[in-house]
């Protein structure tokens, strides 16, 4: 009796979804768990796994949408099996998937969008360097070792007389789908700034101690906890105490009440080649620098490789985005409904202040621009600027991260 492939619910309000490219072939045999397609939804990439042994009929084509539960492929278990195949297990020789272009390689480990990439552009894959986890070829590597497409000339309005005709140059237009994921961001953001009376207030924060903490304990502290110890570990221990303080601006509004959390989910965003995701760190107030720092990196990698599960990626409370990793000395943060406030971080610039110790004096000292967007109707402005000024306080004056003050 054939077996169905059925898109599985990648979670709650998810209805539809993206096939990606089918790395198996039609007819093809395939053991149980063999990885036969990626599906990606407005949230997470999900790998589709092969519900048992036999042949596989391929019903859908790669690319297209798909509802939540449509078949898009049957394996047949009655099928006999080839001796490649039979002789696999024996061997434990994993199959590969190929693709039926050039641009491909069976030996290369690649995601099923940088494939499809690679076959579009005529790019070898053997010769990218792959990025993700175990080198694994992302869809960014591809699109940056691409040549530019060859552009689509559109043909000039006749004009009268003068115009000289242009050297060089072109005017060429290119159109592509947004994915799912960049459709929900884009839906999000426009959501955030319909319904919220959104506020930003801004601050700058002296980075001169919380530099010199880390240059004198970043060797011992990675030696003895296997992760690095960077400056998000200091701005989520300064969040979570201002959180605590300042409660509301932990909080939703559902309806006409207001939800409080005894707890600190902090989301952090990430930034992929699929664009940005905001990955949960949970009990954000329970944990170590150790911890946190840890947990960062994790929902790192497995955002940039495409693998954050739904559930990884709601439920925040709080959001910080650090866009001085891509130079911006400044921005209002958009929030991330329905939390009520986001932080934003920024480059670290020196510049001329006066000396704190000796009044009067000018300095260079590493400054940092931050940024608190909130929503107005749940968090007051005094309330907002004294809770980012509490985070400038504990990132001055890292001992109160600490002793917890």
Known sequence: MAIDVTIPSPGESINEVTL????KREGEWVDKDDLLVEIESDKATLELLA?????????AKGGSTQKVGAIVGVIDPAAVRPATAAAKPATGAEAKPTMTTSAASPDVRATSMAKKIAAEKGVTLTEVSGSGPAGRVMKADVLAASDKSTPVSTPAAAAPHMMPEPRGGTRAVRRETMTKLRQRIAARLVEAQ????????????????IMRLRAEHKDSFEKQHGVGLGFMGFFVKAAVSALQKY?????????????????CDVAVAVGTDRGLVVPVVRNAETLSFAGIEGGIKALALKARDGKLTVDEMTGGTFTISNGGVYGSLMSTP?????????????????????????PGQIVLRPMMYLALSYDHRIVDGSEAVSFLVHIKDCIEKPERLLLGV
């Open 20 to 23: 990606g490219s089918w790395l």
């Open 51 to 59: 519900p048992a042994a036999g042949a596989l009929k391929i019903g």
């Open 334 to 358: 958009i929030l991330n409904p329905p939390q009520s406030g986001i932080l934003g971080m920024h480059a670290i610039k020196k510049r001329p202040i006066e000396d704190p110790k000796n």
């Open 194 to 209: 319909h319904t919220a009376a959104m506020l930003t207030t801004f601050n700058e924060v002296d980075m001169t101690e």
């Open 247 to 263: 409660p509301r601006v932990n909080a939703y509004i559902v309806g006409d009440e207001i939800e409080f959390h005894d707890y």
